[in-house]
């Protein structure tokens, strides 16, 4: 099971100081101006949890031995195969010829044992040295082959290896990644003007001819809706994959010069409840949440009529979905009923915490005002995400009820977690996890994931809001860009123009 | 007049020191966690302690609050704990944005006000007067960002003649730059017009009544020469006063103006850096801001103490 | 023209006064009732000055906001008066260090620009209306110290006053009985100008973000959301704004006037930034 980053796509949207320059690429065909709700602190991809690092390095600057595509499924990276041992438990990588840093040093199998082994040493800073705590040691028989021995079996293991977190880097510039990014990948790190962009330049000595097609790339950094939208429309920019300004979609759609793309994430936004905090320990309560909530009308109104409804803690456009939207139906009468039923007749005070996106704000307006209707009284509490970390996510769970997106894969098993910050536990929940941990056969494991999504709906364990849309505005003509976001990434080796 | 100079340094001084503790302590005890924000949901206590180690904030405070100090006595900002470049480098890139900003702001302000002073001062109790008034009364009480909204109504969404928002850079060349500052800066100007031209006004009615000033008229000088040799050489000394303050003000005054049209300036680094926990940025820049205030304060004693060498009391 | 300004100021304030009281009791619609279906509505019979982008009435909302800026503005006014008056009193009646640690004090405040302490107290305890009237707060502290100090100081130099002191009187009798009644019109003046900037550095902190919060209306938070739906309904960016002006130009006449009419030798200090 994975474990979750929740802040990739859910931070995106955050507020930060940015501003938008005017250099027009719309004319020269083999440059692409992409913006991004959110700078990186720094672009080492090993050293941080920020979306945005990945946004602007995955597969352009840095690569790994495998990596993800947009459908999520895992693909050759620096290594051109691999073959796995009966036990589940021995990797065997091999590499790809001829792959050089941008600095002119040759990659090989010395390089992959260094990025692992800083990855999971004791200096590591590592944001997910979790995905490389499997690992018992790694050989590099030769330059061209990497072992790497498991101590118990990881059914992730290739696809973490994937992720921007375990970029392969090279000793010689590991440590200056942050500031002056040195990769493997189609484009080169060209420069950075914090606060506003950076731009990447085409790398020529990358291992597969003809490509990339573009000979630059500029991402510039735009927090607030309003300027996306004009820097979008005026040609600033050529794209913008996940668009802030959901609210102005409307303006471009009619509009033949650009397409608007309403992909999917694994981001299922919530209400989490904190489970340890009364009235919430009382699934009484929480059903009549359930009900006092109108979903259609929170995508309506926070989300602009853009993402999915979901009744459960699975995203819709996975195989084992189960619509459970009816569960709770918005039903103000019931809500009342339960809630004189759990003894709380006139409602009661509570709060939301909210983070900084514009997805959390906005559904939170609606929610208090559903929640009102039916007598509870939620105080609205924005915080910064450092906030909300420190509050909410760790150090006693201060908090009543949150929103926030949830956007790792298949994260289900948060539920069952012990120490997990909304204190959810069920004993049958547990069981359908335990057997889920011991089933491989993909039929046996959907019906276990329609088991756990049943489970969670008819226990409200959260109130589940919808499925966060990736709403993208591109230029008419572009080509290749990823319409879903399978992980926080900007893939642009085969991007190009098509007129 | 030596001795108050040095009262007024000395006081600089401590209001100076008193600030880096008050800010210090202030960021000491905000919550939120740098490290932790760094490295998200899944960071191990391990590598969050490496983190912190590499941040320097594993460190008694009382160490890290001598660091700061003693670098900001040797002009050494330290790094910025997010960007990993020097903090002198990203302010100088917003100075960059901030500085023009609120020099154009001050230069369209004083150019409006100054004539409006002075023409209400010559026109005491008319309509002309009650007019300047009128225009200052409103002037103050319109919000600036308000103002800024209202002209990108008007001038962007509406004709379309200077961009909403957004900064091209300076490299994009000065005609987009500067356009991209027209709106922001006459935002910020209207207010500290208003101001302005109320002192301006009030300036020249006091010299007015000056003794050498009714001198100069009996010795038959023209209106024209006594207001613009006399009057306005002596009503110099408050507006440069409140022109010198209000650039300061401005210097953090403009981050909401840089809200409105989204400009990478100064305060909208000190806005960043809060959210971010960029704890360096945020001590550096406003001990920057703060500094600049007392440094033209003070300015402004020394400015007083030259010009008219009587003592002030309670200044 | 003295008239003319304590007549629009009064008749301004006035209307901001009865604005916030009647919200009390009537809203042409309830300010927190969202209608999706209904939203961004131009000004309408029924919605006088439309709908914003979650269909609730924007007069109702501009109502209901009116109290909450006469709620910061005279919070922060009265903490700034009733902490900074007895201090800035005491330090003219003792002068010698406690005087001295005022003026340090005022010097520490005055240093960081309102808008950047407003920044670190959100920073440190939250964004909020609490927060933000506190931010306000001791801002004016500083400033009602200042001002009651100075006057209070020319007040000690009267004659009238070494004659109390002379005839026995001690330093509390003497503010209390002669030094107070006399700087209150200059406090009063302050007190009007003070909550004029309280109500415009709200609306600021609000439009950032900081201020008051949702779901409770605020001018400075309507006008943040405005910017956004600007292209699609112009009029949200401009009822807000001007309930702000409206207000503070109210407060500022009035407090010209009653200075005019109080006592015209005086002038307020408009306290620094």
Redesign the interface.
């Known amino acids: 099971m994975r474990k979750l980053g929740l802040l990739a796509v859910a931070m995106v949207a955050a507020g930060t100081a940015t501003g938008f320059a005017g250099a027009a690429h719309a004319q020269q065909r083999d440059t692409l101006a992409l913006g991004l709700g959110l700078e990186p602190p720094h672009l080492d991809p090993t050293a941080g949890a920020a979306a945005a690092i990945d946004e602007v390095t995955y597969r352009n600057v840095f690569e790994g031995l495998t990596r993800i595509d947009e459908k999520g499924s895992v693909q050759p990276g620096l290594a051109e195969s691999w073959e796995v041992s009966p036990d589940g438990l021995t990797y065997t990588f091999r590499l790809r010829d001829g792959v050089t840093f941008h600095d002119g040093t040759t990659f090989d199998s010395a390089d992959v044992k260094f990025a692992y082994d800083r990855a999971r040493g004791p200096d590591s800073v590592n944001a997910q040295k979790g995905y490389f705590a499997a690992i018992d040691t790694i050989e590099t028989p030769d330059p061209r082959t990497v072992v790497v021995r498991l101590s118990r079996p990881d059914g992730l293991f290739l696809f973490n290896m994937g992720s921007g977190d375990a970029s392969i880097v090279a000793p010689e510039s590991a440590a200056g990644n942050g500031q002056n990014p040195v990769g493997t990948g189609p484009f080169r790190f060209g420069r950075w003007v914090p606060g506003d962009r950076v731009v990447l330049t085409a790398n020529p000595d990358y291992r597969e001819p003809g490509l990339p097609h573009l000979r630059e790339v500029t991402f510039r950094f735009i927090a607030d809706p309003a300027a996306q939208l004009n820097a979008v429309r005026s040609g600033d920019l050529d794209a913008f994959p996940i668009f802030g300004a959901t609210e102005s979609v409307a303006l471009l759609e009619g509009d033949p010069q650009f397409q608007v793309v309403a992909g999917t994430t694994e981001g299922e936004t919530i209400l989490a409840f904190n489970h340890s905090r009364p009235p919430f320990d009382d699934v009484r309560v929480r059903r009549a949440i359930a009900h006092a909530i109108d979903r259609q009308e929170v995508v309506d109104g926070a989300m602009f009529g853009y993402g999915t409804p979901i009744g459960s803690h699975f995203a819709p456009h996975r195989e084992g979905y189960v619509d459970l939207t009816g569960t709770y139906p918005p039903d103000l009468d019931a809500a009342k009923a339960l809630l004189r039923e759990a003894g709380v007749p006139d409602g009661f005070k509570t709060t939301i915490k909210l983070p900084p996106p514009p997805y959390a704000r906005r559904s939170g307006e609606i929610i208090a005002a559903q929640l009102a209707r039916v007598g509870i009284e939620a105080e609205l509490i924005p915080v910064e995400w450092a906030q909300w970390l420190e509050q909410v996510f760790r150090g006693g769970n201060d908090f009543d009820m949150t929103i926030v997106a949830h956007v790792e894969p298949l994260d289900l098993d948060i539920y069952n977690r012990p120490d997990y910050y909304f204190n959810y536990h069920g004993d049958r929940y547990a069981e359908v996890m335990a057997e889920l941990e011991r089933t491989v056969d993909p039929a046996a494991r959907n019906e276990l994931y329609g088991q756990a999504q049943r489970i969670l709906a008819e226990d409200a364990a959260s109130g589940f809001l919808f499925q966060l849309p990736k709403v993208g505005v591109r230029r008419a003509g572009i080509e290749g860009m990823w319409d879903n976001a399978p992980v926080p990434a900007n893939d642009m080796t085969e991007v190009r123009w098509t007129e | 007049m030596l001795s108050f100079l040095a009262r007024r340094l000395v006081a600089a001084a401590a209001t100076l020191a008193a600030a880096t503790v008050v800010v210090f302590v202030v960021l000491e005890v905000m919550p939120g966690d740098p490290a932790l924000l760094m490295l998200g949901t899944e960071a191990r206590p391990d590598t969050l302690a490496a983190l912190r180690e590499q941040m320097g904030l594993d460190r008694p405070a009382p160490v890290r609050y001598l660091a700061w100090v003693s670098g900001l006595l040797t002009g050494d900002l330290g790094r910025s704990m997010t960007y990993g470049v020097p903090v002198a480098e990203l302010v100088a890139d917003r100075l960059a944005i901030t500085v023009p900003l609120a020099g154009l702001a001050i230069l369209a302000s004083t150019a409006l006000a100054l004539p409006l002073g002075l023409y209400a001062a010559s026109r005491r109790g008319r309509p002309g007067d009650f007019g300047v008034m009128a225009f200052s009364q409103l002037g103050v009480a319109v919000p600036n960002f308000w103002l800024g909204i209202l002209l990108v109504l008007v001038f962007s969404i509406g004709l379309g003649w200077l961009p909403a928002g957004g900064f091209p850079g300076w490299q994009a060349g000065i005609g987009p730059a500067l356009a991209a500052l027209v709106l922001p800066a006459v935002s910020l100007a209207l207010t500290e017009a208003a101001i302005l031209a109320r002192v301006a006004r009030s300036a020249v009615l006091e010299t007015l009544g000056e003794d050498y000033v009714r001198t100069a008229r009996a010795k038959g000088l023209s209106n024209r020469a006594v207001l613009w040799g006399h009057v306005l050489r002596n009503a110099l000394i408050p507006i440069v006063t409140l022109v010198g303050l209000q650039f300061a003000f401005l210097m953090a005054g403009t981050v909401v103006i840089e809200n409105v049209f989204y400009l990478p300036g100064l305060g909208r680094l000190l806005f960043q850096a809060i959210t971010q926990r960029d704890l360096i940025v945020v001590k550096d820049v406003t001990i920057l801001l703060a500094a600049m205030v007392v440094l033209v304060s003070f300015a402004v004693d020394l400015l007083y103490a030259v010009i008219d060498p009587r003592p002030k009391a309670g200044s | ?1 003295r008239h003319l300004s304590l007549g629009v100021g009064l008749l301004l304030t006035g209307l901001l006064v009865a604005a916030a009281l009647v919200s009390f009791f009537w809203t042409p619609h309830p300010a ?3 209608g ?1 279906a209904r ?1 961004l509505r131009p000004p309408s019979a029924e919605h006088w000055l439309g709908t914003d ?2 269909g609730r009435d924007v007069l109702s909302m501009i109502m209901v906001g009116a109290r909450n800026s006469i709620a910061v503005g005279a919070v922060a006014v009265g903490l700034g008066m009733a902490v900074g008056v007895p201090l800035g009193l005491l330090a003219a009646a003792r002068r010698g260090w406690i005087d001295e640690g005022l ?2 004090f005022a ?2 405040v ?4 309102a ?2 302490s407003a ?2 107290v959100t ?2 305890l ?3 209306a609490i927060n933000a009237i506190l931010a306000i707060g001791v801002f004016n502290v500083a400033v009602f110290a200042r001002v009651a ?2 006057a209070a ?1 020319q007040v000690w130099g009267r004659p009238f006053v070494r004659a109390a002191l002379a005839l026995g009187r001690g330093p509390v009798s003497v503010t209390l009985v002669h030094v107070l009644p006399n700087v209150s019109a200059v406090l009063i003046v302050q007190a009007t100008v003070a909550f ?1 900037v309280a109500i ?1 550095a709200e ?2 902190l609000s ?3 900081l201020g008051i ?3 409770a209306p605020s001018w ?1 938070k309507m ?1 943040h959301e ?7 309904r ?1 009029t949200l ?2 009822f807000p ?1 001007a309930a ?3 207000a ?2 109210g407060l ?2 009035l407090g ?1 006037g009653l200075r005019d009419a109080l006592d015209p030798r005086l002038r307020p200090s ?1 306290g ?2």
């Open positions: 023209m927190d009732a969202i999706i939203r982008q979650l003026s340090r010097d520490l005055f240093a960081f620009p808008i950047l920044f670190l920073a440190l939250g964004p909020g100090r100075g100081i004029a415009l609306a600021a439009y950032l973000g919060q949702p779901p400075g006008l405005a910017q956004t739906f600007m292209p699609m112009p960016a401009i704004g702000i002006a409206l503070v130009l500022n006449l010209d408009r620094a930034g």
